[in-house]
């Protein structure tokens, strides 16, 4: 069992940033990855940003060199920071955990971004 608490998010306009935070409890393993993922209307989930305990760090495209992830490791806690926003952005933004073996994920409940002038 794995439960998330997820804050940040909002409205903002173009241009603008914000962050979010996740932290995981309940049953995390030492070794996992720990990241975000959104979802805009009408579109496939896709991945934002991932960063394992092994500091392996994976970008979308569209993110780099504007978002920054960034976790405390023993809190299990995760943290994006998204600079220089653009409408694009907008969508759910869902913490993640994936840990195994057997490997699995795990979503927090989303948080809404919108990017609007």
């Known amino acids: 069992q794995v439960r998330f608490l997820e804050s940040g998010g909002g409205s903002v306009q173009p241009g603008g940033s914000l962050s979010l935070s996740c932290a995981a409890s309940?049953?995390?393993?030492?070794?996992?990855?720990m990241g975000w993922y959104r979802q805009a209307p009408g579109k496939q989930r896709e991945l934002v940003a991932t960063k394992s305990r092994g500091n392996i760090t994976k970008y979308a495209d569209s993110v780099k060199g504007r978002f920054t992830i960034s976790r405390e490791d023993v809190k299990n806690i995760v943290y994006l920071q998204m600079n220089s926003l653009k409408p694009e952005d907008t969508a759910v933004y869902y913490c993640?955990?994936?840990?195994?073996?057997?490997?699995?994920?795990?979503w927090g409940q989303g948080t809404q971004v919108t990017v609007s002038p």
């Open positions: 993640n955990l994936n840990q195994g073996p057997p490997f699995r994920d795990y």
């Open positions: 309940g049953s995390i393993f030492r070794f996992n990855t």
